[in-house]
């Protein structure tokens, strides 16, 4: 049996990350974390295991922009899906947002399944038979 990708979900909404963890678990391992520290602590704990990570932009203590900025310093080939409730909210913090993808509440979950899908198919193409 192949093994399943894992994620992380980074939110302080406890109703986002129960919405997401149960949506995905039959796809992915899920890892959740409703903070920005902790969701660094988790990744950190499971670094080899993390194929993807999906996390809130504004949360209190250490934001989103924190929390990939972070991550992509230490781990640069690491997926990061970011999800706002307001665009605004990117551009209201001064840096640049270096996540793969960005996707504005309320979003469908479908398209966040096919974005992670893409984002997991670009970091590890099929190998070519032969």
């Known amino acids: 049996m192949e093994q399943k990708p894992w ?3 980074i939110d302080d909404s406890m109703e986002i990350v129960a919405a ?3 949506f995905f678990e039959r796809n992915y391992e899920v890892l ?3 903070d920005g520290f902790e969701g660094l602590q988790t990744f950190e704990q499971h670094e080899t295991d993390i194929s993807l990570v999906i996390t809130d932009v504004m949360m209190p203590e250490l934001s989103g922009v924190g929390v990939i900025s972070i991550l992509k310093k ?3 080939g690491v997926p990061i899906i970011a999800i ?3 665009r605004g909210e990117i551009d ?3 840096n640049k947002l270096d996540a ?3 996707l504005e509440k309320p979003f469908q979950l479908q398209d966040l399944d096919r974005s992670i899908a893409r984002l997991l198919t670009d970091r590890n193409p099929p190998s070519l038979p032969g």
């Open 32 to 34: 959740t974390a409703h």
């Open 100 to 102: 793969d993808q960005i």
């Open 74 to 76: 230490k781990y640069p």
């Open 7 to 9: 994620i992380l979900i």
């Open 92 to 94: 209201a913090t001064g």
């Open 84 to 86: 706002t409730g307001w």
């Open 20 to 22: 997401l963890k149960s």
